[in-house]
């Protein structure tokens, strides 16, 4: 048995495609039905060709739900722009992408130094060595399993190597995965050693999220336990 914990599992909805309009009451309903945490997708039509909201509207959403975690999926271009008014704001983790950073160090410290945990997310294209050198300054790796930008695309199975490469080296380290996530994938997510699971149109979309949610931790927590019994 080795001294190290594996980090649990939690498991995020993405709110990218539920009705915006009513996004106090969509972030409710994902909490009763037993998310762990929320994944909020913030998009600047440059990174990504497409829009959705900033730091604004997570400041009107935090006075309603003071305990909840908010993960910020910055895709963005120039993350470390918006770091203090997401802080400000009351984000808890701040995910930006190496693609769209200059200076990945003193974005990390940047984000660390303002209070919130530091998440690097990798677009399909991008090697999981480009973050390699910096494995001291973050908490987080966001793997995207389908091009960022829009909800309810196709899963990316071979990023799962991406998955596994980081387990194997960064045993206690939490590893997100994002896009195409639901109950017909999730269990090459959890096998390959995932433990943050966003999920969106599975969740969002489902007559019973609160189903959805069971499910797909039931599959991480019985990876976790096997992995541990393999030790
Ligand atoms: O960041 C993104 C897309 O860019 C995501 O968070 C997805 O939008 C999740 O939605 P599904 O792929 O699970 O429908
Ligand atoms: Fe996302």
């Known amino acids: 048995m080795s001294g190290h914990t594996h980090p649990c599992?939690?498991?995020?909805?993405?709110?990218?495609?539920?009705?915006?309009?009513?996004?106090?009451?969509?972030?409710r309903r994902m909490i009763h039905s037993g998310a762990d945490y929320l994944h909020l997708d913030v998009m600047d039509g440059h990174f990504v060709p497409n829009l959705t909201f900033g730091h604004p509207i997570v400041k009107c959403l935090r006075p309603k739900m003071p305990?909840?975690?908010?993960?910020?999926?910055?895709m963005?271009?120039?993350?470390?722009?918006?770091?203090?008014?997401?802080?400000?704001?009351g984000?808890?983790?701040y995910t930006f992408h190496v693609e769209a950073c200059e200076d990945i160090p003193a974005l990390c410290r940047k984000i660390q130094e303002s209070g919130?945990?530091?998440?690097?997310?990798?677009?399909?294209?991008?090697?999981?060595?480009?973050?390699?050198?910096?494995?001291?300054?973050?908490?987080?790796?966001?793997?995207?399993?389908v091009e960022p930008g829009f909800g309810g695309q196709r899963f990316m199975e071979d990023m799962m190597s991406k998955v596994q490469y980081l387990r194997t080296n960064f045993p206690d380290l939490d590893i997100e995965v994002d896009g195409g996530v639901g109950p017909s994938t999730i269990d090459v997510v959890a096998e390959a050693g995932a433990n943050m699971i966003v999920s969106g149109t599975a969740i969002t979309?489902?007559?019973?999220?609160?189903?959805?949610?069971a499910l797909l931790r039931n599959s991480v927590e019985n990876a976790i336990q096997k992995s541990q019994l393999e030790r």
């Open 9 to 27: 599992c939690k498991i995020g909805p993405s709110i990218l495609c539920a009705d915006l309009s009513c996004l106090a009451d969509e972030c």
């Open 205 to 213: 979309g489902a007559t019973d999220p609160s189903q959805v949610i």
């Open 116 to 145: 919130m945990r530091v998440g690097v997310g990798l677009k399909p294209g991008t090697p999981v060595e480009t973050i390699l050198p910096y494995s001291d300054l973050f908490d987080v790796v966001l793997i995207m399993t």
């Open 67 to 74: 305990d909840v975690y908010f993960d910020m999926h910055m």
């Open 91 to 93: 984000a808890n983790q």
């Open 76 to 89: 963005v271009q120039n993350p470390e722009k918006w770091v203090e008014s997401m802080a400000d704001a």
